[in-house]
């Protein structure tokens, strides 16, 4: 595990990087939170070891979504509420990327750029879906802005279950592909245009090209890893420490994944100011809901159509169900003193104030 962190980045650019580059609400926000994780500035809890007894006070976590640090459990957590939307059918998986052009438009308005763009995507598969008869299709999509090297890039994925909802009726959908890339991308190109023009959104200076890139993998079989899949993609942030190979005040050095080749990893090197830069712009708006779900899948019925869905088709009854539901992840660690036990929560200890809050800023 990297014993770097993006605190560490902060506390040796954050002061410069201010000097030539102003920080919005939501930045600034994130900034304090990355540089609060853990240290005991939020106040410390009490683990103990299950073996030895050894009591250990830790600095609490910050909770802020862009913090890597806080991730892991959160991924956990959301894995497992997952579970019970997991129809066990197969799933397609798409990706909708917006041309790099409207990235200027992401600098001044980001949430009005990103409204967008979950519209566009739904009304385009809901167009395809009524053309071909599948009813009501579901979808979890989940915004995603970067590249590998932190780059602006705006995509959205789309997982969608592999069959649709006419009425109380599922009829599943046979091809390994869900509709055809090229049709897709023109469609999409012409909701995305037309949301932004109704939002108001000038884009008179801005030309696109008539092509966009809409990406569809093979149909993923349904597994008990299938949720694991879904989380690697939902809750990866922009830069995970692991990749972090040095810091000091004049560069940092990242690893990052090729696309060339046997995608092979390589390391970039940045100097501080322009790593933060890039990893800023990538804070979302206050309040942004960058995962949603829609269709049959919507918060407001899933529960009513998943139970009826499961309960017909000769092809979902062949899916053995689980005995049990899995324990509720817990937080713990190795002893480093019994190196025998695990440490788990005890009680917390001096928490502030600022804990309880950072979950609504951020």
């Not at 689980?322 to 025998?340: F, G, L, M, Y």
Request: proline share 3%; hydrophobic share 35%.
């Amino acid at each position: 595990m990297s014993t770097l962190h993006l605190a560490d980045i902060l506390k040796l650019g954050l002061d410069d990087y201010r000097q030539h580059h102003s920080l919005n609400y939501q930045q600034t926000r994130v900034c304090q939170h990355l540089q609060s994780c853990r240290t005991g500035k939020l106040g410390y809890q009490s683990w103990q070891c299950d073996t030895c007894g050894e009591v250990k006070q830790v600095g609490c976590s910050c909770r802020d979504r862009h913090c890597p640090r806080c991730q892991s459990m959160a991924t956990a957590q959301w894995a497992q509420k997952q579970q019970a939307r997991l129809l066990p059918c197969r799933y397609f998986h798409l990706v909708f990327t917006l041309p790099h052009e409207l990235n200027i438009v992401a600098r001044y308005d980001p949430n009005t750029l990103y409204q967008c763009l979950f519209k566009a995507v739904w009304d385009t598969l809901s167009k395809f879906a009524q053309r071909k008869g599948h009813g009501q299709l579901g979808m979890t999509s989940v915004l995603h802005t970067w590249g590998q090297t932190l780059s602006q890039h705006i995509h959205l994925h789309c997982l969608v279950p592999a069959g649709g909802l006419t009425q109380t009726q599922w009829h599943e959908i046979e091809q390994g592909y869900l509709y055809p890339v090229k049709a897709l991308s023109t469609v999409f190109r012409g909701k995305m245009l037309a949301a932004l023009h109704a939002q108001g959104t000038s884009l008179t200076h801005i030309t696109t090209p008539a092509k966009w890139c809409v990406y569809s993998k093979a149909c993923l079989t349904y597994s008990d890893k299938l949720v694991s899949y879904l989380a690697r993609y939902t809750r990866k942030g922009a830069m995970s420490e692991s990749r972090l190979v040095s810091v000091n005040k004049q560069s940092v050095c990242f690893k990052y994944r090729g696309y060339t080749g046997k995608h092979s990893e390589k390391v970039m090197t940045l100097n501080c100011r322009e790593f933060l830069r890039r990893y800023l712009q990538h804070v979302l708006p206050k309040g942004f809901m960058r995962i949603r779900h829609y269709g049959f899948l919507a918060n407001a019925c899933y529960k009513r159509k998943l139970a009826l869905i499961k309960a017909q088709g000769p092809s979902l009854r062949k899916v053995k169900k689980k005995k049990a539901e899995a324990a509720s992840p817990s937080p713990h660690w190795a002893c480093e003193v019994c190196k025998i036990g695990v440490l788990r929560f005890s009680e917390m200890v001096n928490s502030s104030e600022e804990t309880m809050k950072l979950a609504r800023t951020s």
